[in-house]
């Protein structure tokens, strides 16, 4: 009898082997991003502007992106980069970005920064799955006007959030979430961004640093439906039946005797 089991293991696996993550090229994960700009300048005189170009990149599997740049105007130097690191799979999106800048302003120096980074991960759900979702985002501005922001959001096919992490300023959040995703198209997001301007007499400026991040992470499971779990609780019950027969005392056999 136990082999009666084999049908449905056999459905079983072959749910754990489907894709509960779909990423469609209509709608693709993507990365955008303004570059990261930095200028600083002295008496009233700016200097070069370090940038890096545009970019808008969809992206599959794992992928990786960085950038930096430089200014200087005298004595007076700054600098800002950020990097972003993602990992696409049928089962997990994991994903992480970080947006720094700083400048050395001494006396009479200027500094204007300015930089977005933009992670959206689009995917579709088939049939309803469990998920675990965890959103972290961590803000620091050495500015007392700090105009810096980082955020992570799970939405809803409606665009709604269903669950998100925002900082703006100086702060950390942390947020986590399990439930079950219906049929549907989602967005996993994170944005990291900052647009700064001051002078070395402004508070917080002679020595001006920003930095802003976030993380997320969203696992799936199925969510077996009623019919496998029909199979697999009828393969339960065989199962025991199967066991308890077994261990049943079978009678003696009494051989008969015939006498010619």
């Known amino acids: 009898m136990k082999y009666l089991l084999l049908p449905c293991l056999c459905a079983a696996a072959s ?8 990423y469609l090229s209509t709608s693709p994960p993507v990365i955008y991003d303004t570059g990261i700009q930095v200028q600083v300048g002295a008496g009233g005189t700016a200097g070069p502007q370090g940038s890096t170009g545009t970019y808008n990149q969809s992206i599959d599997g794992s992928f990786a992106l960085a950038r930096a740049a430089a200014s200087q105007w005298g004595a007076v130097t700054g600098s800002g980069s950020f990097s972003v690191n993602t990992t696409l799979t049928g089962d997990s999106i994991v994903g992480s970005g970080v947006l720094k800048s700083g400048a050395s302003l001494g006396s009479g120096g200027s500094v204007m920064t300015n930089g977005l980074l933009d992670l959206n991960v689009y995917f579709t759900v088939t049939s309803a799955i469990q998920v675990t979702v965890d959103l972290t985002t961590a803000s620091m501005d050495t500015l007392g006007n700090a105009q810096n922001i980082a955020a992570a959001v799970l939405e809803g096919p409606d665009s709604s959030a269903i669950l ?3 900082t703006m300023g100086d ?24 647009q700064d301007s001051a002078s ?7 020595n001006y640093a920003s930095r802003d991040s976030f993380d997320f992470s969203l696992t799936a499971a199925s ?20 066991r308890a027969l077994a261990a049943r005392p079978q009678p003696r056999r009494v051989e008969k ?3 010619r």
């Open 171 to 194: 702060g950390k959040q942390s947020t986590s979430w399990s439930g079950v995703l219906a049929p549907g198209q989602y967005l996993l997001a994170g944005v990291v961004a900052v």
């Open 200 to 206: 070395s007499g402004d508070p917080g400026a002679a």
């Open 223 to 242: 969510v077996p439906e009623p019919g496998v779990l029909s199979l697999l609780t009828l393969g339960f019950l065989v199962m025991l039946a199967a």
């Open 15 to 22: 749910l754990a082997r489907a894709d509960n993550l779909n």
């Open 164 to 166: 998100e992490a925002i």
């Open 257 to 259: 005797v015939v006498r």
